[in-house]
């Protein structure tokens, strides 16, 4: 299903629900995995936004990226440190 959705939200101008279903996949593990860094609930917070805005911005950053879930993750640590 999330991979239904990559496909969907890259592939489309104004795949906004498919981006939506991406974002609340993927953001609970994310504030998790940032709070396990030692980070702050509310800095994990905002790295996980940042991130999520930029993917938004300039999705094609992700067309040739193979394990997204594994790229938000490298992205919110690089944030955070």
Same mark, same amino acid.
């Given at each position: 299903?999330?991979?239904?959705?990559?496909?969907?939200?890259? =592939?489309?101008?104004?795949?906004?629900? =498919?981006?939506?279903?991406?974002?609340?996949?993927?953001?609970?593990?994310?504030?998790?995995?940032?709070?396990?860094?030692?980070?702050?609930?509310?800095?994990?917070?905002? =790295?996980?936004?940042?991130?999520?805005?930029?993917?938004?911005?300039?999705?094609?950053?992700?067309?040739?990226?193979?394990?997204?879930?594994?790229?938000?993750?490298?992205?919110?640590?690089?944030?955070?440190?």
């Amino acid at each position: 299903m999330i991979d239904n959705c990559w496909k969907e939200f890259l =592939a489309n101008k104004d795949g906004y629900d =498919a981006f939506s279903f991406i974002y609340n996949f993927y953001v609970n593990d994310l504030l998790s995995y940032g709070v396990s860094l030692g980070f702050d609930e509310d800095t994990c917070r905002d =790295a996980v936004h940042d991130v999520f805005c930029k993917i938004l911005i300039d999705k094609k950053k992700f067309l040739n990226v193979n394990n997204k879930g594994m790229k938000l993750v490298t992205d919110i640590y690089s944030i955070n440190a």
